[in-house]
């Protein structure tokens, strides 16, 4: 996590023939922390779903309260695991806080279907690889796909 008074950040692929991507998400901050670079090993994972119901997950938790400091941006990772096919279930809001979701390492052919909306009206978006849908805090979130990789971000609390 990169703070305001950051001067000189460097990011470099360690194989120039296949660049790293780079990607990035902000949110107004009331109180500046260090900077940190939070690693896959000092993640919060949470597991949660059922195989049987198709939604068995696991919820990397990079940007939250027991890894780092943060005023209102929250992030995770979540993973599918083999033969689910659910990323939410059962769907749900978040009363204080906004949602993105940031579909990758999906084939060109796989899809997400990203279901949101008000409970009693819901729509559902396409989505595809490297592709970003916004969820307000009054809609519901829910997605079901052949991939099973997507980021969360948070915003707000």
Known sequence: MLVKVQKEVVFASIDTGTPAKFYYNCAPA???YPTKKVTPDEVSPVTLGDNLTSNR???NKYFVPDVLETCQLSMGLTELAPGNLWNTMPCHTHERRMEVYFYFNMDDDAC???MMGQPQETRHIVMHNEQAV???SWSIH???GNQSLYLYLGHGR
């Open 112 to 114: 997400v279907f990203h």
């Open 134 to 136: 916004i969820s307000p």
């Open 142 to 144: 829910s997605g079901v």
């Open 57 to 59: 997950r696991t919820i």
């Open 30 to 32: 009331h109180t500046t």
